[in-house]
């Protein structure tokens, strides 16, 4: 840039002018001690920053260069290939006080060396839970794919905004792309979608979608104008139906929970018994949440029988895939959400079954401009009509509730680029076989009871019968003392930091072991290992 101003400028030499015609830093002595402390950082002294300053704290100087290096090493080294190896450790637990004392976690007014950052970055990854460790099967999300990783390095790196098309061109396209083979794995022939920041969050697009459908005005007018609201799912599903409907105003007392099997599946003549009641108390079905992979047992809901019911009523049948949706890309497996097609939205997390980094979502809906009508607001300093190098519709933000959006897109496609939707496949069945085989394994055995008849996606979900226990009749004192075996044999576990496995309690039972497996490098081995492993730990109880 060319040109001074009355109170300074810059220069074409990039030097800064100051108001009494100085150039460079001179006279401003604060700006020069600030930078010259440590060499790389405090570029600001009475609100100007000299061209040296900026580029040090940008990171072109060597010693941020080798600073990114050295933590690049060490991410690769300390993360990636000792979280491949079963012979690290899942974590190194400290309880927090003691890892407040481990780890300094105090912010000072004076920067601190590189050396410092460094051994900082290194303390973290050591007392952090290593979620691609192959025992690492606490969570849904586990593993890490390299390929996605590449693309969020990527993406990140590039630092732009997900909103408009000439902010983020090639990441528009990509979001594109995606969002149609998507909806083509459901067997949408057209559709319309985004990626956002969790399942959560897009499961409440799905409510909003419909509200937005079947009562427009109310985007304007509030709650306050219209009908009494309330929206089904099932007793098993994930509490986002719950949250969503109070975040949206509909209030969690209209939330109507619908009864499962012993599987954990919506059972169809129980939320056509429900619509029918509520319509009978005054209240206004429009929402019906069908999951497919439910959080704690994996349940898939009939989503064929669930879709004949919301046709009888007129509602909006969305589905939850967060976890199960993976299912879609396995030709085996795909069966377990027949009916799909039928369906108004769906939410899936390839950061769940596929191992693609957090956060990895994708929300579709076969309605065409539906998104952007109930969410839009139309702000004319992002979203101009009269653009004249693109055209503005692929301008993608009025879309979503959110102004900031991350470029999720690229780990997603470049994901499916270096491994096909057949890749895909084999990751999804490879899995579902290691929950068929430690199931039957368990089974087989008279130390551990299965909760379910069968596993449900790939949750596997026992009890583990210590020898007190085995051969005790069941009743009130077998059940208070199983109820406590799970938690004590979690905490040894944690404290061991050679595996993790969640635990739960379900209406009715007591606590219990939930084992998922979603990381592909997880084996056979590694189960048994973990079978021995709890019946180690919980041998004296």
């Known amino acids: 840039m060319a040109g001074t101003g009355m109170n300074g400028g810059i220069e074409p030499n990039g030097d800064i002018q100051t108001p009494n015609g100085a150039g460079n830093t001179n ?278 029988a669930i879709a004949d019911v919301c046709q009888k009523h007129r509602l909006w049948l969305h589905v939850d895939a967060a976890w199960g949706g993976a299912v879609l890309t396995s030709r085996r497996h795909r069966g377990l959400m027949s009916g799909v097609d039928r369906a108004d939205s769906l939410l899936w997390n390839p950061h769940k079954m596929l191992s693609l980094p957090l956060q990895c979502s994708v929300f579709v809906t076969r309605e065409q401009g539906l998104l952007k009508a109930a969410h839009a607001s139309g702000a004319t300093y992002l979203f101009q009509k009269d653009k004249i190098s693109y055209d503005a519709s692929y301008d993608v933000g009025d879309k979503s509730i959110q102004c900031g959006r991350k470029t999720d897109p690229m780990k997603l496609w470049l994901s499916w680029k270096a491994h096909g939707t057949r890749g895909f496949e084999q990751h999804v069945d490879y899995v579902f076989e290691l929950a068929q085989y430690v199931y039957d394994k368990l089974s087989n055995r008279n130390d551990f009871k299965m909760v379910l008849p069968g596993p449900n996606c790939t949750n596997v979900c026992f009890w583990y019968i210590p020898p007190s226990l085995q051969g005790v009749p069941e009743g009130p004192e077998f059940t208070q003392k199983l109820d406590q075996v799970a938690p004590v044999i979690k905490d040894r576990m944690t404290k061991k930091g050679n595996m993790m496995v969640q635990y739960q309690p379900l209406e009715g039972v007591p606590n219990f072991f939930r084992l998922v497996l979603a990381n592909c490098e997880t084996t056979r081995q590694d189960l048994d290992f973990l079978v021995e492993e709890i019946e180690r730990l919980g041998a004296d109880l």
């Open 27 to 304: 006279g401003h002595p604060g700006l020069h001690s600030a930078v010259e402390k440590n060499g790389h950082t405090g570029p600001r002294a009475n609100g100007l920053c000299s061209e040296k300053a900026v580029k040090q704290i940008r990171g072109l100087s060597p010693s941020v260069n080798k600073f990114l290096h050295d933590v690049f090493d060490t991410v690769l080294e300390d993360v990636l290939k000792k979280s491949a190896s079963a012979g690290s450790k899942v974590i190194d637990f400290l309880p927090p006080a003691e890892l407040s004392k481990r780890i300094d976690l105090e912010l000072r007014d004076d920067p601190e060396p590189h050396e410092s950052l460094l051994d900082h970055c290194k303390k973290t990854i050591q007392h952090s839970v290593k979620t691609g460790h192959p025992m690492f099967l606490n969570q849904l999300y586990q593993g890490l794919d390299p390929y996605g990783l590449a693309g969020q390095l990527v993406s990140d790196s590039l630092n732009t905004n997900l909103h408009t098309y000439e902010a983020a061109p090639v990441f528009v396209l990509m979001e594109q792309e995606v969002v149609r083979k998507v909806c083509s794995l459901i067997g949408w022939s057209a559709g319309d979608g985004l990626m956002g920041a969790g399942g959560s969050l897009l499961n409440m697009y799905g409510i909003n979608l419909a509200r937005h459908r079947y009562f427009p005005d109310l985007k304007k007018t509030g709650m306050h104008s219209g009908p009494r609201l309330v929206l089904l799912t099932s007793e098993e599903s994930h509490y986002s139906m719950t949250k969503g409907a109070g975040f949206l105003g509909i209030g969690t007392d209209n939330v109507i929970k619908v009864k499962c099997d012993e599987r954990g599946q919506m059972l169809p003549k129980e939320l056509d018994k429900a619509i029918e009641d509520a319509k009978s108390q005054g209240s206004v079905p429009f929402f019906v949440n069908a999951t497919s992979g439910t959080t704690v047992t994996g349940g898939y809901d009939p989503l064929g």
